[in-house]
């Protein structure tokens, strides 16, 4: 199978920064988009930055000028660089990846997500 391994989550004061990272394993022909997604107490999961296998991007209005999102495709892995960060950034952030696999002769996609890192923004 495929496991989002997220890191790089925790406490941090306004105005600070973090740098989140998601690993991408397993069963994998190649990683195709790959997302961060935050989720506030309370709301629904919202999407924060998007990023295509050759690295066009697109970002939430809220996060536009503040956050980063790149990618190593020969580790599978996404970040989010987090600058001036607000305590309304607080939120779980989850990793999400449309993933290519293959099978015998059959190539098929799934999508996946993270389990989830904390970050915490204390005003």
């Known amino acids: 199978q495929v496991q989002l391994v997220e890191s790089g989550g925790g406490l941090v004061e306004a105005g600070g920064s973090l740098r989140l990272a998601c690993v991408v394993s397993?069963?994998?022909?190649?990683?195709?988009?790959m997302a961060w997604y935050y989720q506030a107490p309370g709301k629904q999961r919202e999407l924060v930055a998007t990023i295509s296998r050759t690295g066009d991007t697109d970002y939430a209005d809220s996060v536009k000028g503040r956050f980063t999102i790149s990618r190593d495709n020969a580790k599978n892995t996404v970040y989010l660089q987090m600058t001036s960060l607000k305590p309304e950034d607080t939120a779980v952030y989850y990793c999400?990846?449309?993933?290519?696999?293959?099978?015998?002769?059959?190539?098929?996609?799934?999508?996946?997500w993270g389990q989830g890192t904390q970050v915490t923004v204390s005003s």
């Open positions: 397993g069963n994998i022909f190649s990683v195709r988009s």
């Open positions: 999400n990846a449309d993933v290519s696999q293959k099978s015998g002769l059959y190539y098929y996609s799934n999508n996946y």
